[in-house]
């Protein structure tokens, strides 16, 4: 278990966000341009997704392939409903439906680094759990929303929700858009077409990926200055959220990795999934938060995403789910 979490502590990816959150608290002016960041999002979603359709047409669309993607949507509905009803009792209304949307939905550069974690050590996984990725971005919104109206109908009524806006924005994001087509893309692409971009979605892969862990490491220092001003408001304890932050994907993981390791999932994709039921999204669901639930207070939930579950399942969440999971696998 130790060279696991070694060899994840001294990957390049993850010094890299050590150095950008170092940077950050020593007060540093390194910064990565916001337009070169969002080139660095959209590259490592299209790669990704690119490299799962590839994967995926290798190997038949079967029962097995259907029953993982069923597994990952039943997270996203499941997640955000016990989530509320624990969370709720501490912040108000809307702030708890926000942020069990954003603990049903998922992270992708998450998702992204454990790809290149297993990759790093060799582990084989299937495109398919790419295809499960998007499926988890949107419905945990609308979970989430639905969970708001229900607690509190008045609020809700009174604010007149444009679904359609919603769902426009739940379904049709940047991200989940670009690793969907990516994907369809790798999957109907012939080899000799695909090997034509393979230096730009997998010699580049990693160094992009530091870049960006680079930028994820300033901007999640930052967020913790934000995550402990929640401390003056009302229902809000700064020491519970972190808390919760960290203790739900830990028990979401455990969850998904008994779950993984029952259906007989081989090593790479046990992982995989158990990564994406730990994970909590800070782009897709803040950004359709702001729409819905005006009301809910974005330095909670995307703090609570950013500055402290980001990083958590990066430094130690990865290695530690790698082991459980083979643990599993071996009682």
């Known amino acids: ?20 959150a170092l940077a950050a608290f020593a007060r540093s002016d390194l910064e990565i341009p916001t337009q070169i960041g969002k080139f660095l999002s959209l590259y490592l979603l299209m790669a990704i997704g690119f490299k799962g359709g590839l994967a995926l047409s290798a190997s038949p669309l079967d029962a097995s392939v259907l029953r993982d993607l069923g597994v990952a949507l039943c997270l996203a509905v499941i997640v955000p ?15 708890a439906a926000a942020i069990a949307a954003t603990y049903g939905s998922i992270s992708a550069v998450t998702f992204v680094t454990g790809t290149s974690y297993l990759d790093s050590l060799g582990v084989p996984w299937s495109g398919h759990l790419v295809a499960a990725m998007a499926l988890m971005e949107s419905p ?28 426009r924005e739940a379904c049709l994001n940047g991200s989940v858009v670009l690793i969907t087509g990516a994907l369809i893309i790798g999957y109907v692409a012939s080899p000799s077409a695909a090997a034509q971009i393979t230096p730009f979605t997998a010699d580049l892969f990693v160094g992009m990926l530091c870049l960006f862990l680079l930028d994820m490491g300033i901007v999640a220092a930052r967020r913790l200055q934000d995550l402990r001003k929640v401390g003056g408001q009302a ?10 932050a960290i203790a739900l994907p ?15 999932l081989p090593e790479g994709d046990a992982l995989l999934l158990t990564l994406l039921g730990a994970s909590a999204s800070y782009i897709a669901v803040p950004a359709a938060m702001r729409l819905a639930l005006p009301q809910a207070n974005p330095s909670v939930y995307l703090s609570m995403s950013l500055a402290a579950t980001f990083p958590f399942n990066l430094l130690i969440g990865i290695p530690l789910y790698h082991q459980f999971t083979l643990w599993l696998a071996a009682t």
């Open 140 to 167: 945990a919104i609308i979970i989430g929303i639905v969970l708001y109206q229900t607690a509190n109908r008045e609020d809700a009524d009174a604010v007149g929700l444009n679904w359609r806006a919603i769902g």
């Open 81 to 95: 409903i016990y989530a509320f009803c624990i969370i709720k009792r501490f912040t108000p209304a809307a702030d």
């Open 250 to 264: 830990l028990v979401n993981a455990t969850i998904t990795a008994f779950v993984a390791v029952w259906l007989g």
């Open 1 to 20: 278990m130790e060279s696991l979490f070694l060899s994840n502590l001294t990957a390049p990816p993850l010094l890299f966000f050590f150095l950008g």
């Open 235 to 244: 229902q809000q304890s700064p020491g519970i959220l972190l808390l919760f």
